[in-house]
Each structure stands twice: as C-alpha cells, then as structure tokens.
C-alpha cells in the first residue's frame, strides 16, 4: 500500500501552501543528496528485517497459489505478485479507505495466536468488479465511468464474499514451511471507516499484492496486527530453538523400537556342496559341516554377525546361550 500523509503532515501542506512558503507553479529543485525515512523514536519498528523478509518469502508463495486459483475460477490469465510488506501504523492503513470500500476479517484457528484483533483483506473496488464480471461469463471489462464511491449490491456482495472466503481459506498453505496455522473467514464490513478494528497507533505489517489481468489491474491488501505476528514468531522461534538443542532422546527412540519386531539367525556353519548332491539329498542324509560338535553357533541381525553362543534348550525348547560380542553398533 502506498504510504499515506497523516493528518499533521495534511496540515502542515496545507498552511505552507495559504502562506505562500510553498511555490505551487514551479517545481523545487531536487536535491542530489540521498533522501532517508526519518525513524520514530517514540514507537520504534517491532519486527526486524529478517522478519519482513520471511513474511515477503511467505506471501511471495501465496501469491503463486491463489495466482492459479483465479486462472482456473475465471477461466483467463493473470500475474499475482507481492508490490510491498511494510511496517505501519493501523491508521496509514484506515486513513487510505472510503466508505464504499468492503473489508473483510479473518480469524486464525488457534486462540492463543489470534489475540483480539483480526487480519483484515481488502480488494479494490475495480478488478473486484472485473472479477465477478468474468464469473458471469463476461470479459471483465473495466467500466470507465464508475463512480469512486461506487457500493457493492447484495448480490455482488453475497458473489464477493464466496470469493474472498476461498482465498482466506488457502492462506496457510503459504506457512506450511514455519508452522501449522489455518485461517477462517470471519465477516465482511461494507463500511470499515465507521468500525474500529484495531486501535489507530497499533503496530500492524501490510502486504501489498498487485493483480494484473490483461485489461484490468488493481490491489490485494492486507493487513495483519502486530501483537498477532509477534505470537507466531514466538512459535516459530521455540520450534526451531527445540528442533536445533542437542537433548538426549534414546530413552524416547527405545520406547519407540521396544515393541518392533526384529529377525535374529543362528547360523551353525557354513560349507559347499555340489548341486547334484543337494540335489540327491534325503531326510536321514548326513552333511559334514567339518566342525567340531562343541564349536559355538554364530547369531546374525540384519545380516551382521553380532553374537556367538552354545546350542542348547530351554523349558523344552531349542535355545542358544549367547557368549561373546562381536559388532558394537
């Protein structure tokens, strides 16, 4: 979303331009000198860059999925990509509405996450109209002469809503590589600058999406408070911070392998013979395996000689008492 004046910095335009210390009819000179955003000390920025970075990651997948979702709904072509994630203010954000615009608010599933405040979607007006036009079965043709206060009509709006909830609904697939969250759609507002959503000074990161159709272009915005983000970097961090701490888990791994069953042959010899004798070979027949009868059997597990021990019975059953050790795992 483009950034927006505050109300003081309107104010102070406007006093300069009545006093005459502006010059409206010709332009200033620019300055060679690198410009910079002056930083506010009395609220300082809450997420990092790093932060932004992975949200931009995040919403840059996100644009992919529901890029393929509209080209199959409306049956055309169109580019989905992320213009801008920013660190604002809520009222940049509330200041840049009319009262014709349409909100709408998703929840996520998981309470301790979601705190009060929710993640609000805004679409604009034009290629929302476009949109619904190639539901129709039109070509989505703009419509020069639309009023800026144009509203939404019921039918539009019940259209508008079946749309956005399918779009809210995929946008956890885009943090499926940081952690498990599914988004709900909550309601829509028809008149967002009359409903206070979340307090005016409250931190929030909007992501802009530009929607480019061949004859239409507009704006996905959305805007998601910072109290909620920080809980979910919080997850993020303790489950990295438990999947990268070096704890001794074998209690936990031999828990898990006690009960799994596990093929063990004693083998008693091993010689050569020829085809034809195996071949020849009766019940009764004798194999000379040119051992001596005392000579220790051999246990094999997955094929590796483990252990040797003596052939014997126990409770009536053939047994054998296992001696040395051979592998070391």
Not at 190 to 207: F, K, M, R, S, W
Not at 298 to 324: P, Y
């Amino acid at each position: 979303m483009a950034e927006v004046l505050s109300q003081s910095q309107i104010d102070a335009l406007l006093n300069a331009a009545r006093s005459g210390e502006m010059n409206l009819d010709t332009p200033s000179e620019e300055s060679t000198e690198k410009k910079y955003r002056k930083y506010d000390f009395y609220s300082p920025r809450k997420f990092t860059k790093d932060r932004l970075k992975m949200l931009n990651s995040i919403f840059e997948g996100y644009a992919r999925v529901i890029n393929s979702r509209i080209n199959a709904l409306l049956h055309t072509s169109c580019e989905i990509e992320v213009d801008s994630v920013e660190e604002q203010r809520y009222y940049e954000f509330s200041n840049a509405l009319t009262e014709s615009d349409v909100l709408s608010l998703a929840n996520i599933d998981l309470e301790k996450l979601q705190e009060d405040s929710p993640i609000l979607v805004h679409l604009a007006t034009p290629v929302l109209l476009s949109m619904m036009d190639r539901l129709m079965g039109g070509e989505g043709e703009p419509d020069s002469n639309l009023p800026s206060d144009y509203k939404l009509t019921d039918l539009e709006l019940n259209m508008y809503e079946d749309l956005i909830r399918d779009l809210i609904s995929i946008l956890g697939n885009s943090w499926e590589n940081y952690i498990t969250l599914r988004f709900e759609y909550v309601r829509t507002e028809v008149n967002p600058t009359l409903v206070q959503l979340i307090g005016y000074d409250e931190t929030v990161v909007i992501v802009g999406l530009n929607i480019n159709f061949p004859n239409c272009t507009g704006r996905m915005s959305l805007c998601l408070p910072g109290v909620m983000l920080t809980n979910i970097f919080s997850e993020i961090s303790k489950s990295t911070s438990r999947r990268s701490t070096g704890e001794d888990k074998s209690e936990e791994i031999f828990d898990s392998l006690r009960e799994s069953e596990l093929e063990i042959v004693a083998e008693l010899a091993r010689t050569r013979i020829l085809l034809s004798d195996l071949y020849h070979l009766n019940v009764g027949d004798v194999v000379d395996i040119k051992r001596p009868k005392d000579s220790p059997i051999f246990l094999n597990i997955g094929g590796r000689r483990w252990f040797d021990g003596r052939m014997g019975t126990s409770n009536k059953q053939v047994a054998v008492k296992i001696g040395e050790t051979y592998y070391k795992a």
